[in-house]
């Protein structure tokens, strides 16, 4: 091995352990984001439709 790849090496490990802890922040908030827009969009696909047979309890049911 000769200098230069061991310097690379060693300017690698510098740089990934300078930069790792924010590329884990960085992929937590991506996750968590579409974890949010994920559970939207699940929300707004089953919200039930009013039924009309059943009247709601601003229309006199019981």
């Known amino acids: 091995m000769n200098y230069d790849a061991i310097s690379l090496v ?3 490990a510098a ?3 300078a ?3 924010d590329m884990r922040f960085v992929a ?3 996750l968590s984001a579409g974890v949010r827009v994920g559970a939207e969009t699940l929300i707004e696909q089953k919200q039930p439709a009013p039924r009309a ?3 709601g309890l601003d229309q006199g049911g019981s």
């Open 10 to 12: 060693l300017a690698s």
């Open 15 to 17: 740089a990934a352990r």
């Open 19 to 21: 930069f790792a802890p």
């Open 28 to 30: 937590r908030r991506l």
């Open 53 to 55: 047979d059943i009247p």
